[in-house]
């Protein structure tokens, strides 16, 4: 009985060795679907497909589908690098955290989503040009409403006024002085107050900073680290570095 071919285009978002010559490639597909891949022979210097399945490339794969988690690789086309261009060591890291924060999150889903996929492309689009800081916070926004978590951002999360003071992990997002139960909140300026609410309501590929300053957005970052590793219950590997203190 011949195998199954399967046709895919996928950012690759992961790899680790196997054997002495072998790889297993984590892959995120058009369609929103985590792909486990065996890669035969790939650190060998005459692999042909070994540009096109590292890291951070989005190709064109053609799968043996195995019968349990695992597909197998028959042939990688490279399309395009995601991070062409990215040239300075603070960038790529960033780019490096998006694909890992994805593949974890898509670790924890059920079924395929193309939301996600888009998230990823887009987000690796943007950063060309805007702040890694203000990526990572309404990625990690992005993330989040995926996960069907949404900040409450719109305001107080008990009483509904507009009157805002803190922003706060317990109550979802901002709350007012009256309706705060504990002390356990972040207060911010009424700047850092607007960048939250803007980090949660803007679409991905329009992120602009021209209404902020990097030490609100590194501050938001953190709180939104925050609020990610609270709901979602995931670790963010490296993000430490992305804020500045
Ligand atoms: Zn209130």
Same mark, same amino acid.
């Given at each position: 009985m011949s195998k199954e071919i399967i046709n895919i285009d996928a950012i690759i978002l992961h790899h680790v060795d196997y054997k002495d010559n072998d790889v297993i490639v984590t892959a995120l597909s058009t369609s929103g679907k985590l792909h486990s891949i065996y890669a035969r022979g790939i650190k060998k210097l005459k692999s042909k497909n070994a540009a096109a399945i590292q890291p951070l490339m989005h190709s064109h794969l053609t799968l043996f589908k195995g019968s349990k988690q695992m597909d197998t690789l028959k042939h990688a086309q490279y399309i395009f690098n995601t991070v062409e261009g990215f040239n300075d060591y603070d960038k790529m890291l960033t780019a490096f955290i998006l694909a890992d924060m994805m593949r974890k999150q898509c670790e924890d889903q059920i079924g395929a989503d193309p939301q996600l996929y888009m998230l990823l492309k887009n987000a690796l689009t943007v950063l060309k040009t805007q702040s890694n800081t203000l990526v990572l916070a309404v990625y990690l926004a992005k993330l989040l409403q995926l996960n069907g978590q949404h900040l409450i951002?719109? %305001?107080? %999360?008990?009483?509904?006024? +507009? +009157?805002i003071n803190y922003i706060s992990i317990e109550h979802g997002g901002f709350v007012c002085h009256s309706c705060l139960k504990h002390n356990d909140v972040y207060q911010v300026s009424s700047d850092g107050l607007k960048l939250f609410r803007y980090i949660n309501k803007v679409n991905i590929e329009k992120i602009d900073m021209i209404n902020f300053v990097d030490d609100d957005v590194s501050n938001t970052l953190k709180i939104m680290v925050a609020f990610y590793e609270h709901y979602v219950g995931i670790k963010i590997s490296n993000i430490e570095q992305c804020i500045k203190e």
């Open positions: 951002v719109d %305001g107080c %999360g008990m009483c509904g006024k +507009h +009157h």
